[in-house]
Nanobody, 124 residues
Framework: QVQLVESGGGLVQAGGSLRLSCAAS????????RGWFRQAPGKEREFVAA????????PYADSMKGRFSISRDNSKDTVYLQMNSLKPEDTAVYYC?????????????????WGQGTQVTVSS
């Protein structure tokens, strides 16, 4: 089992920045691909970014490229999502997730473990 806890969400003005953290605990969590997803009110959960266990691959959703950056510190079992140039449409609950293997990192159903989510609200 892997337990995931997100933090760092909050209210920010458009154009601002936030850094989300996702701390993991449990068995060999550093071996897992870690992903960030988000879900806005009335919308389906969507892929944001992912990072493989050694950080060698970091795919992003097209709308986040150049604004968001994912990183990980395996010594702390923590993954980060740096979000810059935030827009009101980035408002959502952000979830981190973990899975074994690196295939299909954008596919929600491939992730076995999920955090509870952290709210990000961007005001205009």
């Amino acid at each position: 089992q892997v337990q995931l806890v997100e933090s760092g969400g909050g209210l920010v003005q458009a154009g601002g920045s936030l850094r989300l953290s996702c701390a993991a605990s449990g068995r060999t969590s550093s071996s897992y691909t870690r992903g960030w997803f988000r879900q806005a009110p009335g919308k389906e959960r969507e892929f944001v970014a992912a990072i493989t266990r050694n950080g060698g691959s970091t795919p992003y959703a097209d709308s986040m490229k150049g604004r968001f950056s994912i990183s990980r510190d395996n010594s702390k079992d923590t993954v980060y999502l740096q979000m810059n140039s935030l827009k009101p449409e980035d408002t959502a609950v952000y979830y981190c997730a973990a899975k074994l293997g690196s295939a299909l990192p954008q596919v929600i159903s491939t992730y076995a473990y999920w955090g509870q989510g952290t709210q990000v609200t961007v005001s205009s």
